[in-house]
């Protein structure tokens, strides 16, 4: 059981905008920044948004990050068949001192 | 670049000690304000930090993890290292190496592009 909380599965048409959750408590993004991870299959994870919303270098705008009290979201617009994948959020948690992930969305591209 | 490489033994048998290596090339260990970083990843499962160090050799592991994990670094390598000992089939899974920016942070960039470690007799 994941620390953080995140659906199992999401789906979406090519064009549609898709948003995936992450929810936790006070310790971990109620008082931390959260980061989201972008997985493709048999692939490493790719960094894909920081700080709650800053994108790094080559990251499309279609994906953009918020924060709000102790959950958090991934929204992808203008959604393509290559974002097909698995996307993780993490955070810091204080409580456990140490940094914890989401159990994983699966993004499916209809 | 930067880029991460992990490297070890596929297949452990149970109770022994699982170690591996990520080196570092495209930039050097020492000298910054990064942490270094394990994290696996078990077949189908979701990402589980496992520890991170300093290139000073400070270090800080996951609670659930922490009494069979060691971390270390070799600067004049620049690698570190993963020992994870008393395994069983639950450490089966993928091994990431990865930059970590700092306690405090759940920021991992870049990644390793991960081994897999087997548990099996």
């Known amino acids: 059981q994941s620390v953080l909380t995140q659906p199992p599965s999401a789906s979406g048409t090519p064009g549609q905008r898709v948003t995936i959750s992450c929810s936790g408590s006070s310790s971990n993004i109620g008082s931390n920044y959260v980061y989201w991870s972008q997985q493709l299959p048999g692939t490493a994870p790719k960094l894909l948004i920081y700080k709650n919303n800053q994108r790094p270098s080559g990251v499309p705008d279609r994906f953009s990050g918020s924060k709000s009290g102790t959950s958090a979201s991934l929204a992808i617009s203008g959604l393509r068949s290559e974002d097909e994948a698995h996307y993780y959020c993490?955070?810091?948690?204080?409580?456990?001192?140490?940094?914890?992930f989401g159990g994983g969305t699966k993004l499916t591209v209809l | 670049q930067l880029q991460l490489q992990e490297s070890g033994p596929g297949l452990v048998k149970p109770s022994e000690t699982l170690s591996l290596t990520c080196t570092v090339s495209g930039g050097s260990i020492s000298g910054s304000s990064y942490y270094w970083a394990w994290i696996r990843q078990a077949p189908g499962k979701g990402l589980e930090w496992i520890g991170s160090?300093?290139?000073?050799?400070?270090?800080?592991?996951n609670p659930s993890l922490k009494s069979r994990v060691t971390i270390s670094v070799d600067t004049s390598k620049n690698q570190f290292s993963l020992k994870l000992n008393s395994v069983t089939a639950a450490d089966t899974a993928v091994y990431y190496c990865?930059?970590?920016f700092g306690y405090g942070s759940g920021q991992f960039d870049p990644w390793g592009q991960g081994t897999l470690v087997t548990v099996s007799s």
């Open positions: 993490a955070t810091w948690d204080d409580s456990l001192r140490g940094v914890v």
């Open positions: 160090i300093y290139y000073s050799g400070d270090t800080y592991y």
């Open positions: 990865a930059r970590h």
